[in-house]
């Protein structure tokens, strides 16, 4: 009998507790799909509700209003995205549905009936929406494109040829997080003395439950939703002398604001299979320069969950980036010449079905004199 109470205990427990004291029925859908991101509200970052790609509704707010029907039981509601992340899939996603649903049900969006507590996205400064992942994982040349976008047709078929024979395991590598990471419409900062900066759109997808040695096949679960990144890169590499490569992945991609992330997060029930509605595009001044479905990926985004599982523990709020496309600056392939990002230029990045980021290239002022052990400008050492 005792051991029947305690286990009878532990399934109460484990019970989402928005199930607890539910007075109607437990929303298990919404009836509008959302998107969730981090918006300047008052003067601090919050965590929004993101309907319609056009209205915020500050979460917090929205949920005490709901609170007072007592219809609704009281839930603490997430201190930023990381937390509501990894309360996602426990229960909290249920309180987020009714939340939308009350508030589409009683006509509180828009119009003279909108509550205050509602925002219209263009008149707030977007953060983004992770403030921050604790990694972020890219995979390097994922896409058959963009495999040596700098040879010739032949020998760009040959090697694409070798590639898909032997595929390997993915090539992953590390991001910065903060400093690096910024929002849908903040600058992208050039940094001085550095004229090869390069962009590269991919999709970002948001691990929602801790993963260790998680196989291609159950990755899907271990996933709460997808936003769009770009891994701005510096083709410019390092001065000669010191260590006998020029290869250095800190320098070409661990700048200030090289891992834009954003508007927002779709979580994954709304967006469906990545590898059959991806479509990720790029534009530099309105001119196409990356246009990319799945069906070019070589590696999956299940094999590069698997495989970074198997190396490091992933936790709610990383972030694996998918890899780019044929069409990167630095590449000929597409253009028949390289081409750089400059200041003022306007670059847009797009997933089809998640959002657009739309950041300016604004170039850094000239630092003031150090000792030398800095980072040189590339003309120093063509």
């Not at 004291?21 to 601090?44: D, H, M, R, W, Y």
């Not at 917090?60 to 992340?85: C, H, K, R, V, W």
């Not at 800190?250 to 469906?272: Q, S």
């Amino acid at each position: 009998m005792r051991n029947f109470l305690v286990s009878t205990l532990i399934l109460l427990l484990s019970v989402p507790a928005l199930s607890v004291a539910q007075s109607g029925p437990l929303s298990t859908t919404s009836v509008e799909p959302f998107k969730l991101g981090t918006f300047e509200i008052n003067g601090a970052p919050a965590v929004g509700v993101v309907l319609r790609d056009q209205l915020v509704i500050d979460l917090n707010a929205a949920n005490s209003a709901l609170e007072s029907n007592a219809d609704y039981p009281q839930i603490p509601m997430p201190s930023d995205m990381l937390d509501l992340i990894a309360r996602y899939d426990y229960g909290l996603k249920y309180r987020l549905y009714e939340l939308v649903n009350y508030l589409v049900a009683e006509d509180m969006l828009d119009g003279s009936n909108a509550s205050e507590f509602v925002y219209q996205y263009d008149t707030l400064h977007t953060f983004p929406p992770i403030m921050y992942p604790s990694k972020i994982l890219n995979a390097a040349v994922n896409f058959l494109s963009h495999v040596d976008e700098r040879g010739s047709e032949a020998e760009r078929a040959e090697i694409q040829r070798q590639r898909i024979a032997n595929r390997g395991v993915p090539y992953l590598f590390l991001k910065p997080t903060r400093g690096a990471v910024v929002g849908a419409s903040d600058a992208i900062i050039i940094p001085y003395g550095r004229d090869q900066i390069d962009w590269e759109v991919e999709l970002g997808t948001v691990i929602g439950r801790t993963a260790k040695y998680v196989s291609a096949t159950d990755a899907p679960d271990y996933v709460f939703g997808y936003t769009v990144t770009m891994d701005i890169s510096d083709r410019g590499g390092r001065p000669p002398g010191g260590t006998a490569t020029r290869s250095d992945w800190f320098v070409g991609k661990g700048h200030d604001t090289f891992a834009p992330m954003g508007p927002w997060i779709i979580p994954k029930e709304f967006y469906g299979d990545p590898m059959e509605n991806l479509r990720q595009t790029l534009t530099v001044d309105g001119e196409v320069m990356q246009d990319a479905k799945a069906g070019d990926m070589i590696h999956s985004l299940w094999e590069l969950v698997e495989y970074a599982s198997s190396i490091v523990t992933l936790y709610p709020g990383d972030v694996i980036n998918n890899g780019t496309s044929g069409g990167t600056g630095a590449g000929t392939a597409v253009r028949g010449e390289q081409r750089f990002l400059q200041p003022g230029e306007i670059v847009e990045a797009t997933i089809e079905g998640i959002g657009t980021m739309r950041m300016p290239a604004v170039a850094e002022e000239q630092p003031a004199d150090a000792t030398g052990s800095r980072l040189p400008p590339i003309n120093s050492y063509k």
